[in-house]
């Protein structure tokens, strides 16, 4: 079964590598034009790109998807399915190419997470457990019918970041195990409407933005426990800090790691408690985040013993 592989990001290599291990016909790979990065704007390979590189299979980096040479160029590879992880969106003319479908790995449990950022706002949001899901493409984006789920829990102290790894591996073996599946017919897809309750809408994940990622120190310690674990370690949670004494502030101060602690208070929500060497509390509603990893503008990350053996924290406040 002749197959061409749509991935760009970490998240893809895995699916990639577990095909290519499993003996999977790779007749191309399709991912993201290369981009100058750093400093020295040097070109940057997708990681993509750099496996299919080391594995020397046949690779298209187009900038339009409805250009006709690649739609040329597809045709002519007349794969038999296509399979997608981590990519952007595809327009009909792409997906509706192979004979057995365009297969998307996602990382939730569809229905629920549609959209650009679901390990973030499952986190977020407070889930207990999550997933990964494979569909068949349609015209609306994560709507398809559904192949085959797999539920995996989330742990209390997992980040975007631990449970990205996790749903990375295995969403690599349930891509390989769909594939097996189409190859030999052995499968019935579940329509993804018949997966909610009666007059349950299903839960979405939006872009993350500078809007969207803003700490909220008026809200309840494990709420902003969540948000800043589920934007850790990118595109982290930031605020801004204030030091009155010297009437500096630092706009888009970000906070990678915190500990939540619940207890009452008389402090007003942003406020500090600190002894300027091991700890640095934020008053919130209903106790204390304990700061962990923090990074002001311009600056390095910090273990927060190294941030306040530079740093003065002594009435400082967040908003």
């Known amino acids: 079964m002749k197959i061409v592989f749509f991935g760009t990001a970490d998240f893809a290599v895995e699916s990639l590598n577990k095909l290519y291990q499993n003996g999977f016909d790779i007749a191309a790979v399709v991912t993201a034009p ?14 993509v790109k ?22 040329g160029e597809l045709r002519e590879i007349n794969p038999e399915l296509q399979l997608v992880v981590a990519f952007r969106f595809l327009p009909e ?35 207990k457990e999550t997933g990964v899901t494979t569909f068949f493409i349609e015209k609306h984006i994560d709507t398809g019918k559904i192949i085959f789920r797999e ?26 195990k769909t594939a097996q599946a189409i190859e030999t017919g052995s499968y019935e897809p579940i329509d993804q409407s018949s997966l909610l309750k009666p007059g349950e809408e299903p839960k979405q994940a939006p872009k993350l933005t500078e809007e969207n990622t803003r700490i909220n120190w ?3 310690a494990g709420k902003i ?5 589920g934007l850790s370690p990118y595109p982290r949670a930031w605020t801004n800090l204030i030091d009155p004494k010297n009437g500096k502030r630092f706009d888009y101060t970000k906070i990678y790691f915190a500990k939540e602690e619940t207890g009452n208070h008389n402090m007003k929500p942003g406020q500090t408690l600190t002894d300027n060497k091991n700890y640095l ?9 304990n700061i962990e990893e923090i ?7 910090l273990k927060i013993k190294q941030f306040l053996n530079g740093f003065d924290a002594k009435g400082i406040y967040f908003e």
């Open 281 to 289: 509390k934020v008053a919130v509603k209903d106790g204390f985040i």
């Open 50 to 71: 750099k496996f299919a590189l080391d594995k020397g299979f046949k690779i298209l980096q187009p900038t339009n998807l409805k250009d006709e040479n690649f739609l």
């Open 218 to 220: 008026n809200s309840e």
């Open 295 to 301: 990074q002001l503008p311009g600056k390095k990350r």
């Open 225 to 229: 426990y969540n948000f800043i674990r």
């Open 151 to 176: 539920k995996v829990p989330i742990e209390y102290q997992d980040t975007a970041g631990t449970l990205h790894d996790k749903l990375m591996h295995i969403g690599a073996d349930l891509l390989v």
């Open 93 to 127: 003319a792409v997906w509706k190419i192979p004979p057995k479908g365009t297969v998307n790995l996602h990382a939730s449990l569809l229905p629920h997470y549609r959209g650009a950022a679901p390990i973030n706002w499952a986190i977020i949001n407070g889930e």
């Open 34 to 47: 290369d981009k100058p990065a750093g400093r020295g704007m040097k070109i940057r390979y997708s990681p």
